[in-house]
């Protein structure tokens, strides 16, 4: 699970769910993580992302390949 900071929206960002991530960074709780986002037209571009992984407990489950509620 992934926030965009403050200003930032999928429509800022113009998603029209064409788009494949990839997330650069170590998941932990409020952690701030690079998302990769590739638009269908080769196009690249780079965001800053909130890890909303909020405690040890939740990264140790999510790591391991648990599902949240």
Known sequence: PLQFEEGTTRKTLALDGSETYDVKGEPAPGARLSLMIHRA??????????????????????SAGGVLQ
């Open 41 to 62: 037209n080769g196009e690249d571009i780079e965001v800053l992302v909130i890890c909303r992984l909020d405690t040890k407990e939740e990264v140790s489950i999510y």
